[in-house]
Structure formats: structure tokens, C-alpha cells
Nanobody, 124 residues
Framework: QVQLVESGGGLVQAGGSLRLSCAAS????????MGWFRQAPGKEREFVAA????????FYGDSVKGRFTISRDNAKTTVYLQMNSLKPEDTAVYYC?????????????????WGQGTQVTVSS
């Protein structure tokens, strides 16, 4: 199995930017599609973005389209989430996840491996 560790969270003012990283270790990184989800207090876990193994396909949740960009560096076994134009409603714990499934990347049950999460707080 694969182990995932997120980093890069923190406190930022509205309109600012952050880049999250998710470092994978363990079994080979090959073949995994990767996703980012977030969960705010009292809310359900929300799909943020996903990327195919090759990086050729990306998908985004409606609330982050045009502001967030997911990317990956397979040589470094790391996935990134560049977050721009941050809003207070982006405040949440952000989780990295991995899946070997070919479909359903927007749904959290599709992912078998999860990181511990990193807190992102956007102040107004």
C-alpha cells in the first residue's frame, strides 16, 4: 500500500495563495490516480481535484474551478495543489488520497489510501 503525507497548509489572507504537497511512499506510485478532498467543521468531505496517473487528465470541483490547479511529479512521487484567490470558505482540512480505480474520482469512497490532512485557514 501507499503512505501519503500532506504539507503546505497554513494561515493566509483572502486573495492569497498556498501550495499543498502530498508525498507518497511505500509501494510503487505507478498507476495511482490522486485526489484532493477537503472537510470543514460540521460539513461533509468535499471533492476538490483529481489527476490521472499520467497527469494528462484533471478534474475539479465546481467551487474551485479556475482558482486551484492539481499537478504531479511522478519522479518525486508527489502531488501538488496550487490554490490561488483563496476565500474564507476555502478554510478546511485538506486531504490527499490515492486510488487504483479508473472512474469515480470525484467520490471519496473510490479512494483506498488517505493522508492525515493539513489545515488551511483563510482569513477575511
Amino acid at each position: 500500500q501507499v503512505q501519503l503525507v500532506e504539507s503546505g497548509g497554513g494561515l493566509v489572507q483572502a486573495g492569497g495563495s498556498l501550495r499543498l504537497s502530498c508525498a507518497a511512499s511505500g509501494r510503487t506510485f505507478s498507476g495511482y490516480a490522486m485526489g484532493w478532498f477537503r472537510q470543514a467543521p460540521g460539513k461533509e468531505r468535499e471533492f476538490v481535484a483529481a489527476i490521472s496517473w499520467s497527469g494528462g487528465s484533471t478534474f475539479y470541483g465546481d467551487s474551485v474551478k479556475g482558482r486551484f490547479t492539481i499537478s504531479r511529479d511522478n519522479a518525486k512521487t508527489t502531488v501538488y495543489l496550487q490554490m490561488n484567490s483563496l476565500k474564507p470558505e476555502d478554510t478546511a482540512v485538506y486531504y490527499c488520497a490515492a486510488t487504483l480505480m479508473d472512474t469515480g474520482w470525484g467520490s471519496s469512497p473510490s479512494y483506498a489510501w488517505w493522508g492525515q490532512g493539513t489545515q488551511v485557514t483563510v482569513s477575511s
